[in-house]
């Protein structure tokens, strides 16, 4: 929006300057182009009129001479003069070609007449000669007063429709200059209301948006198609409704988990004595009594419940209140070597050692270049002793398990660990990182609990999924940590 808002303006400043400089030429065509020429027109046709009385009043003056009301000889000259005058301006002026020769043969014709003007002025000879130098100039006058007739006469038709043009092209430039002054506003508004309906439908959205969450729908989602910065605000609203879920869902399962922690303190301390106390009985009558076979493993059966439910309660305590991570620099193959000598031991039959009760290859593919993290290795045995368990056990009796470390994005080091066993139900997937579930008979279901809360705390996170092969591949991401940094509790 802010791109389109300055895109616009610009196009409106140089809208707006182009209209300007045209307004500027306009205005300077018609004060200096077109009103200049209808005056120069003017000016010509009064020139040429003013030219015509002149040789008019010579005219006059020569038929007057040697009369009763012949003017005086000053006066006469005057006017021969001022005749010549106007003759010369009317030659200086700019003509096209065609009038300019006319011009310049009328010229000729002016000067040879102002010759025979002075001849008559001046001659002194008999009445005869005089009459005849006098008809002669009179003569010549009068074809010099036809062809300016003619002249002017070309110019009258000629003139009206130039100065006609001039005015319809003044009107043209005014017409125009009204249409910007029309358009001009009604293209603001335009542009105006473009940007305001699209910035007031972008923030109704949005507003409507955080009044949906505001009541408590953290699951609303802007699905407007909106533009612009106003898209990458809905993108970040939506991250941010997500992440509020999500705190939501971790603060439940930390109010869940206090309420279990206090149960697990309640009951370690109201059901672990006293279960000690029965064990030990068990024991004791289990040794001194003399008990038949069946009845000896009836009371072996009660020991490994009371167990059971001993191991049930240490669970619920270590996912309640798990240990704070105790930071090293460690070298995640050095973890795992031992987890994978331990995992193939557990293999043996209780009965004979020499005898594997599955048969499973445990591959590794472990990068050389993997760098120490800081973490608690005790935690982190846990957690990957926990998960290979979990992997022989979903594998039936041959198979494989392949432990591959690698570098991750974003300076993280990466640990997966995968089966070709069974896989996992997708229904019961969302499902297995949550408390007291479990696909085992015999199982507590806080085991992967308990590792997904343990990587957590390590700032890192857990992740499954199904091998398009068989079997399923757990993913561990933890964070390459510096010494002065340590895993939130």
């Known amino acids: 929006m802010k791109k389109k808002i300055y895109i616009g303006l610009v196009l409106l400043i140089l809208s707006f300057l182009a209209g300007g400089l045209y307004i500027g030429a306009s205005m300077r065509d018609v004060t200096d182009i077109k009103l200049e020429s209808i005056i120069t027109l003017h000016r010509v046709a009064f020139l040429r009129e003013n030219l015509l009385n002149r040789i008019v009043v010579v005219q006059g003056d020569l038929l007057l001479r040697d009369t009763p009301h012949a003017r005086s000889l000053d006066t006469f000259v005057n006017h021969v003069e001022e005749m010549h005058e106007s003759a010369h301006i009317c030659l200086t002026c700019h003509h096209v070609d065609p009038v300019k020769a006319k011009i310049t043969h009328f010229y000729e014709n002016i000067h040879l007449y102002e010759k025979k003007l002075s001849r008559v002025i001046t001659m002194r000879a008999s009445s005869e000669r005089m009459r005849q130098e006098k008809e002669s100039a009179f003569d010549l006058g009068r074809s010099v007063l036809d062809e300016v007739d003619s002249i002017v006469i070309a110019s009258a038709h000629k003139t009206p429709g130039r100065i006609l043009q001039a005015r319809q092209d003044i009107n043209k430039t005014m017409r125009f200059l009204y249409a910007l002054m029309v358009i001009g506003p009604i293209v603001l508004i335009l542009t105006a209301f ?24 953290l699951s609303y989602r802007i699905t407007n198609s909106l533009k612009d910065e106003f898209w990458e605000l809905a993108t970040s609203f939506n991250d941010m409704a997500k992440s509020l879920k999500e705190q939501q869902r971790k603060i439940k399962l930390a109010e869940r988990l206090a309420a279990v922690g206090e149960i697990s303190a309640g009951l370690a301390h109201e059901v672990k004595n006293p279960l000690a106390g029965i064990k030990v009985s068990i024991e004791v009558l289990k040794s001194e009594l003399d008990l038949k076979q069946e009845d000896k493993e009836i009371f072996l059966r009660i020991i490994n419940e009371i167990n059971r439910i001993e191991t049930l309660l240490k669970n619920m305590l270590n996912y309640a209140r798990p240990s704070r991570p105790q930071p090293d620099l460690v070298d995640i193959h050095e973890i795992l070597e031992p987890i994978i000598k331990t995992s193939k031991f557990s293999l043996r039959s209780p009965n004979d050692k020499s005898v594997y009760t599955k048969e499973i290859d445990f591959v590794r593919d472990f990068d050389p270049d993997l760098p120490k993290i800081y973490a608690d290795p005790g935690q982190l045995l846990q957690v990957f002793l926990n998960l290979i368990l979990n992997g022989i056990d979903a594998i039936a009796g041959k198979g494989t398990i392949t432990i591959k470390t690698a570098r991750g994005p974003d300076d993280t080091v990466r640990v997966m660990i995968s089966d070709n066993g069974k896989g996992i139900n997708p229904e019961q997937a969302k499902l297995l990182f949550a408390p007291f579930f479990s696909t085992k008979s015999k199982g507590t279901g806080l085991g992967l609990a308990i590792s997904k809360r343990l990587i957590e705390q390590h700032n890192g996170a857990i992740s499954v999924a199904n091998n398009k092969e068989g079997g399923a591949t757990f993913v561990i991401t933890l964070p390459e940590k510096h010494e002065n940094q340590e895993p939130e509790s």
């Open 194 to 217: 473009y940007f305001f309906k699209n910035y007031t439908r972008s923030v109704t959205v949005l507003t409507a948006a955080t009044r949906k969450i505001q009541a408590g729908e």
